[in-house]
Structures are given as structure tokens and as C-alpha cells.
Nanobody, 125 residues
Framework: QVQLVESGGGLVQAGGSLRLSCTAS???????????MGWYRQSPGNRRELVAT???????TYANAVKGRFTISRDNAKKTVWLQMNSLKPEDTAVYYC????????????????WGQGTQVTVSS
């Protein structure tokens, strides 16, 4: 089982910046590899939507709504992914969730699709 710990959310005025981080650890066994890592968000009454992803090799993708404002990055050794959010807008207000696909070695290799607990981002106008 993989545990994700998120941090960095909060309240910010429009035009401001926040940086989210998410670190993975194995509840039991050892994480042997992490594949894609990403951030999603969900606002009240809406479905969870993709914000950004980054592959193990560093290839990134972004939702059109955040292109040019958000930057996703990762450190494979630290098992951490970040989301730098600049020029924030009120419509960016949502709970942001970290997601990753990993392999964990216990007595065998097992794949996990793990989600963080979510961190609230609120942008005031």
C-alpha cells in the first residue's frame, strides 16, 4: 500500500502563487518505481479533473485552463511531485489531489494507483 502526503494548499488572493507538494511512502514493503505522477482537482458540484501530469522521464502535460500558469515537477529519488501555481484565479479554487502509479515490493511486486487526501486551494477575488 502506498501513502501520499500532500501539503501547500491555502487561501490566496487572485494573482498570487502557491506550491503544492506530494510525497509517497510505502505503508509496507518498498516502493521500487513510480510511473506517472499527477495533480487533479475537484470543485463543488463538478467532477474531478486533470490538472497536470509528469512521466518518470519528465514529460509534462497540462489542462488548457492552467497552461502557462502552473508547472509540475518531480524528484524521483525523493518520491515527490510538486505543482507550482502562479497567477491564480478564483476559478482555480478546488480541492487538489495528488495521484501516482507505483510498484511496491513486499513478497511480490504489486502495482498501486494511489491518491492523496486532498488539499484545499481557495483563491479570493
Amino acid at each position: 500500500q502506498v501513502q501520499l502526503v500532500e501539503s501547500g494548499g491555502g487561501l490566496v488572493q487572485a494573482g498570487g502563487s502557491l506550491r503544492l507538494s506530494c510525497t509517497a511512502s510505502a505503508v509496507s514493503g518498498r516502493i521500487t518505481s513510480i510511473h506517472d505522477m499527477g495533480w487533479y482537482r475537484q470543485s463543488p458540484g463538478n467532477r474531478r479533473e486533470l490538472v497536470a501530469t509528469v512521466t518518470r522521464g519528465g514529460t509534462t502535460t497540462y489542462a488548457n485552463a492552467v497552461k502557462g500558469r502552473f508547472t509540475i515537477s518531480r524528484d524521483n529519488a525523493k518520491k515527490t511531485v510538486w505543482l507550482q501555481m502562479n497567477s491564480l484565479k478564483p476559478e482555480d479554487t478546488a480541492v487538489y489531489y495528488c495521484n501516482l502509479q507505483a510498484e511496491v515490493l513486499t513478497d511480490q511486486f504489486l502495482p498501486y494507483d494511489a491518491w492523496g487526501q486532498g488539499t484545499q486551494v481557495t483563491v479570493s477575488s
